[in-house]
């Protein structure tokens, strides 16, 4: 089965920083990849989806990009909104396989 | 709006039996594939179960596969999660998930409901 890894597990960062998730897929996986944010307590939220697109209401500071194995997610300028876990997911093949996540914490 | 409103949690012992439902409203049930997800507490989410549209087609995760059921009545709008020998592993909040592309089965999940926390212990 393809797996699915993120870095960093944990990422401090203050507001107004560009911050930057990696995904890592052990086979290329295309571009069939989507990015959730989760705050405690809360459903995971869909933010990006075929690796680039971005979800309708999603603020422009987030933005993915790669394609086959390796995947980013970008905050342009990290906002108090912010700081929640990431999650990437493969989706096909009939499988949805999520990554450890990614806690973004405040510095 | 789409909503989607799980219900069903709760204690149970291990080697028991819970039925999980996700009623819901604001899109054409039957067009989406609909899943389950799981996260245990503390920690990330865990793809549960997945079933087409007409409810013909179904996908199971290995730590689940022969003791869950997933089903989907689609004049009621709701979808089920019917789990069997549950042990102190299947301790999670479980999410159902509306899929983003309709009659697809390779997409991501659009819309999650809040979720229902079902315990095993004795």
């Known amino acids: 089965d393809i797996q699915m890894t993120q870095s960093p597990s944990t990422l401090s960062a203050s507001v107004g920083d560009r911050v930057t998730i990696t995904c890592r897929a052990s086979q290329s996986i295309s571009s069939w990849l989507a990015w959730y944010q989760q705050k405690p307590g809360k459903a995971p939220k869909l933010l990006i989806y075929?690796?680039?697109s971005l979800e309708s209401g999603v603020p422009s500071r987030f933005s993915g990009s790669g394609s086959g194995t390796e995947f980013t997610l970008t905050i342009s300028s990290l906002q108090p909104d912010d700081f929640a876990t990431y999650y990437c997911?493969?989706?096909?093949?009939?499988?949805?396989?999520f990554g450890q996540g990614t806690k973004v914490e405040i510095k | 709006e789409v909503q989607l409103v799980e219900s069903g949690g709760g204690l149970v012992q291990p080697g028991g039996s819970l039925r999980l439902s996700c009623v819901a409203s604001g899109f054409t049930f039957s067009t989406y594939a609909m899943s389950w997800v799981r996260q245990a507490p503390g920690k990330g989410l865990e793809w549960v179960s997945s079933i087409s549209g007409d409810g013909a087609k179904t996908y199971y995760a290995d730590s689940v596969k022969g003791r869950f059921t997933i089903s989907r009545d689609n004049s009621k709008n709701t979808l089920y999660l019917q789990m069997n020998s549950l042990r102190a592993e299947d301790t999670a909040v479980y999410y159902c998930a509306k899929f983003g592309v309709p009659a697809a089965m390779g997409s991501y999940f659009d819309c999650w409901g809040q979720g229902t926390l079902v315990t095993v212990s004795s």
């Open positions: 997911q493969r989706y096909n093949s009939y499988s949805w396989t």
């Open positions: 075929k690796a680039s």
